[in-house]
T-cell receptor
Framework: KNEVEQSPQNLTAQEGEFITINCSYS?????LHWLQQHPGGGIVSLFM???GKKKHGRLIATINIQEKHSSLHITASHPRDSAVYIC????????????FGTGTRLTIIP | EPEVTQTPSHQVTQMGQEVILRCVPI?????FYWYRQILGQKVEFLVS????????KSEIFDDQFSVERPDGSNFTLKIRSTKLEDSAMYFC???????????FGDGTRLSIL
């Protein structure tokens, strides 16, 4: 069973700051998702990655398979980035279910 | 962009009643999932469905739960006799293949009274 830990649990920052959210997991995976959950509850997939680094706009996700660790970075943070960011990992072939972390609540203050 | 749609957005039901949560996955997707999130807790896996059968289920997914893909477009989760602890947000997700990400619906908030 994979244990997925995120840190920090809560993060408050000023607009414009560089944000880092961390995720670690205990068992090897085939892929890792970063998800965004807004106050209404809906979940949006931001990234799926299995190695290296991906970038989309101001968001960057990295993963280190050997260390079982991933980070989500937000550059030039904005109040609209305020949300819960969730890391979720997927097992190997035939085990595509996601195991979720507890999420990081991010608040960006104008 | 195609979306996963879930109905209803909020369902209020008396304890002991049956409830059916509906999902329309993205049309060319082959893998389907139900997850739930109890208020204040993390999202948990319930069941996965592929090739018209359950491929995996969690210990939460007991005999009170069932899933169906009755007509090739809808994917439903039925809870036969609801309990207070079934109150949660239920998310449907679908995926094209294992090289693609899962796409989530906006969820159905289920409240059991």
């Amino acid at each position: 069973k994979n244990e997925v830990e995120q840190s920090p649990q809560n993060l408050t920052a000023q607009e414009g700051e560089f944000i880092t959210i961390n995720c670690s997991y205990s068992v090897g995976i085939s892929a890792l998702h970063w998800l965004q959950q807004h106050p209404g509850g809906g979940i949006v997939s931001l990234f799926m990655l299995s190695s290296g680094k991906k970038k989309h706009g101001r968001l960057i996700a990295t993963i280190n398979i050997q260390e079982k660790h991933s980070s989500l970075h937000i550059t030039a943070s904005h109040p609209r980035d305020s949300a819960v960011y969730i890391c979720a990992v997927r097992g190997g072939f035939g085990n595509e279910k996601l195991t979720f972390g507890t999420g990081t609540r991010l608040t960006i203050i104008p | 962009e195609p979306e996963v749609t879930q109905t209803p957005s909020h369902q209020v039901t008396q304890m002991g009643q049956e409830v059916i949560l509906r999902c329309v996955p993205i049309s060319n997707h082959l893998y389907f999932y139900w997850y739930r999130q109890i208020l204040g807790q993390k999202v948990e896996f319930l069941v996965s469905f592929y090739n018209n059968e359950i491929s995996e289920k969690s210990e939460i997914f007991d005999d009170q739960f069932s899933v169906e893909r009755p007509d090739g477009s809808n994917f439903t989760l039925k809870i036969r006799s609801t309990k207070l602890e079934d109150s949660a947000m239920y998310f449907c997700a679908s995926m094209r293949d294992s090289n693609q990400p899962q796409h989530f619906g906006d969820g159905t908030r289920l409240s059991i009274l």
